[in-house]
């Protein structure tokens, strides 16, 4: 992608005629944030899973200690669903992921015979979507963490932070759903993972920082002259 300068592009410009600078002036930002295999796919499957609603603090103590009682996905598996819940409280809504990561690894298991997503790599990126999908509970954005932390692959999670900011910036629809957005974003990204995995990271920790929900800090934003909203709604943002 070639950047041009803001002179030549700001916030009224179509989404693909300012993505290139949205990306560089991220990465120069919060980056760089180079591709880096995130562990084994079950395990960031069920890690994403955890991480629903909670923070990466909370995540990561739910799954350690989620592995610390059950060292193995098969006694994940057939251990009693309350040993399992009871297993990863400290992450919170844990009476809805337990059940859910048992079912998904019954489900990885009665397809595969064993505890392993690594053939996902070798098929095409909606096959592998597809296949992630069908198992209860498994939404695109979890499926898409799998493939892109795990595998490299390349597909986009969309979180509540990217959902959000690219809103704001005015790359994909107002009134576009966080599934769809995913297909907007990736026609104005392409198709390279460390694009894409730099983009994922980065915005969000520009959401996470600066682009939060509320009162979102408009006036010191790197991103303010491509943004739509903070054109149309600076100075009420930073009141």
């Not at 998904?104 to 979507?129: C, F, K, N």
């Not at 898409?144 to 005015?170: E, I, N």
């Not at 009162?215 to 709604?233: T, V, W, Y």
Request: hydrophobic share 40%; glycine share 6%; with cysteine.
């Amino acid at each position: 992608m070639t950047s041009r300068t803001h002179d030549e592009v700001d916030w009224r410009a179509a989404p693909i005629d300012k993505i290139d600078d949205v990306v560089r002036v991220l990465d120069e930002t919060y980056g760089p944030r180079p591709w880096r295999r995130h562990g084994d796919p079950v395990d960031q499957l069920v890690g994403t899973i955890l991480s629903q609603n909670t923070s990466n603090t909370n995540t990561a103590r739910s799954f350690a200690s989620l592995k610390q009682e059950f060292p193995t996905w098969e006694e994940v598996r057939t251990a009693p669903i309350d040993e399992v819940v009871a297993s990863i409280r400290v992450g919170g809504l844990a009476n809805q992921k337990g059940p859910r990561i048992q079912h998904a690894l019954t489900s990885i298991l009665g397809h595969r015979g064993l505890y392993d997503l690594d053939m996902l790599e070798q098929m095409p990126v909606p096959e592998a979507m597809a296949w992630l999908t069908a198992i209860d509970g498994v939404g695109p954005k979890t499926a898409a963490c799998v493939l892109l932390f795990s595998l490299g692959m390349p597909v986009l999670p969309v979180d509540t932070h990217v959902y959000r900011v690219s809103q704001r910036l005015g790359l994909i629809d107002t009134k576009v759903s966080e599934a769809r957005s995913h297909d907007q974003l990736l026609d104005l990204l392409g198709d390279d993972t460390a694009t894409l995995y730099a983009f994922h990271m980065e915005m969000i920790a520009h959401g996470r920082t600066v682009c939060i929900a509320r009162r979102p800090k408009c006036m010191s934003c790197p991103l303010r002259d491509l943004c739509q909203f903070a054109a149309q709604h600076a100075t009420r943002a930073d009141a």
